[in-house]
């Protein structure tokens, strides 16, 4: 292990260690009245040295990130010259999901513009964001930011007078091989599990051990759309039959390449996908492929059979299925009531598929009791915390907590960064681990876990469940050998 990673590690818990060790002093102690089954349940540890083995226990672990949108490193050194890359400077950072904290307090669309516009000088944005910075600083989108910020450019607070080292660290930092600076000697970042959004169905990574790829299939079903699909494979498409060799194309071609499928439908939709049989199918998708009008209740009869076909492939080739549930990235546009249905729509699709391995993604975030029921009660659910460090941390940790006691701890995928900029991953991970080890922590000091169970546990969360669900180990050395990563 690099002193480097050790000392990034240390830096990290700067300034929060020490306040949770002292939160965790005050923590009740076991006395000489407990009863025996008490006495069992508490570590003898005192709270605050079991808090100190947890947490480095935690920081030391590697850790998996199974869900990412980044861009590959090349295309990030091409700097705004590519669509993804609004701007080559510090306010990157902001540029997903922070940026929708600051226009949700109150920023005017056209500041962000401009904050994001590669034409604005770098040094002269911070005071379209100073007005807002305090209503925004303490939230998870921030803290993510900030925390990379001071790991990497060594800033601990942004202010007018610090913005000048802030953009200098950009500029140093955002070089040949910074991804795996970041990601792997910094954040301690096993690989990571990309959902492409450049367009293609599977991006070919030049990176493919590090940037882990999933089999887009929302396009699949949700259009859906035949000429990005039907061109490299070949195949004229002219009835339903046709697309379904379309479908299998991609599978055939890449399945043995991808983690597992991405589905990100449930932005417009809830995930209540029936199984709709081709005969029925078949004259709505003649009807879409003639660009003939079609209802709304026709089009969902024709995801719904499209979703299944997709679904049914990965599950012959034993791929993963994730699907987006709960909260929406954003603002001013979530149908929070449609939410609500996610989790029980999970449940039928469990049902409806107990061979495929569905993993529900971002806790279903408001909604977490509820996929917290659909992973203690069907094998084939899986739970994705990916996001939700940076949603809400306190919820994210409180939901651990519950996991840990309620459901099969194997049934739990504890990060993703999520985010289309490399930088702020780093922040993320630091939010994770920290949250992660209060879990734990918690748990022990409120007897519900004894010290040695707690440490046991540490593995199967930050690593072993993701390679063995994505059976990683397998997928990698296939990547290792395809043609294009030669």
């Not at 008490?38 to 990130?65: G, H, N």
């Not at 007018?160 to 910074?178: D, L, M, N």
């Not at 007897?447 to 997928?475: C, M, S, T, Y």
């Amino acid at each position: 292990m690099s002193t480097k990673r050790i000392v990034s590690r240390r830096a990290a818990l700067k300034g929060l260690s020490t306040a949770g060790l002292a939160a965790a002093a005050l923590a009740p102690a076991t006395g000489n009245t407990a009863d025996s089954s008490t006495r069992d349940l508490r570590s003898a540890t005192p709270s605050a040295e079991a808090r100190k083995l947890i947490s480095e226990r935690v920081f030391q672990a590697s850790l998996i990130d199974t869900h990412e949108h980044l861009i590959e490193e090349a295309e990030r050194l091409q700097g705004a010259a590519h669509p993804r890359v609004s701007c080559d400077d510090w306010a990157l950072l902001f540029s997903h999901y922070l940026n929708s904290d600051l226009l949700t307090a109150g920023m005017p669309k056209a500041d962000m513009d401009r904050f994001l516009s590669a034409k604005v000088d770098p040094l002269a944005k911070w005071q379209l964001i100073a007005p807002y910075w305090p209503a925004v600083k303490n939230t998870g989108y921030a803290q993510a930011v900030r925390i990379a910020i001071q790991e990497l450019y060594g800033v601990e607070e942004l202010s007018a007078a610090t913005i000048p080292k802030v953009q200098a660290g950009y500029e140093q930092t955002r070089r040949a091989g910074f991804y795996q600076r970041i990601l792997q000697d910094r954040a301690n970042i096993e690989s990571c599990q990309v959902n492409s959004l450049g367009g293609e169905p599977f991006h070919r990574s030049s990176m493919p051990t590090l940037l882990m790829q999933d089999l887009s299939i929302v396009g699949m079903f949700a259009g859906p759309d035949i000429a990005r699909h039907a061109t490299p494979a070949a195949i004229k498409v002219n009835d339903l039959a046709d697309w379904h060799r379309v479908i299998q194309w991609w599978f055939d071609r890449y399945a043995k390449y991808a983690v597992a499928v991405k589905s990100q439908q449930a932005y417009s939709r809830d995930i209540d996908y029936m199984r709709v049989p081709a005969e029925q199918a078949a004259p709505v998708f003649k009807k879409v492929l003639q660009q003939e009008p079609a209802s709304s209740e026709e089009r969902k009869l024709l995801e719904d059979h499209l979703f299944w076909q997709a679904v049914d492939q990965a599950t012959t080739h034993n791929l993963p299925v994730k699907l987006h549930t709960g909260y929406y990235a954003g603002q001013n546009s979530m149908p929070l009531s449609r939410l609500r249905l996610n989790a029980g729509s999970a449940a039928e699709l469990c049902r409806k598929s107990p061979d495929t391995r569905f993993v529900f993604m971002h806790l279903c975030y408001p909604y977490y009791e509820e996929l917290l029921a659909l992973a203690k009660q069907w094998t084939n659910a899986h739970v994705d915390m990916c996001w939700a460090w940076i949603i809400n941390p306190v919820a994210a940790k409180d939901y651990l907590k519950k996991h840990i006691v309620t459901a099969p701890i194997n049934k739990l995928l504890p990060f993703g960064g999520d985010y289309i900029p490399v930088e702020p991953v780093l922040g993320h991970a630091a939010i994770a681990r920290r949250g992660i080890t209060q879990a734990l922590a918690e748990l022990v000091e409120e007897g519900w876990l004894k010290l040695a169970d707690a440490l046991e546990l540490v593995d199967p969360i930050l690593h072993q469940n993701a390679r063995q669900l994505f059976r990683l180990a397998r997928k990698a050395e296939t990547l290792r050998k395809a043609d294009w990563a030669k």
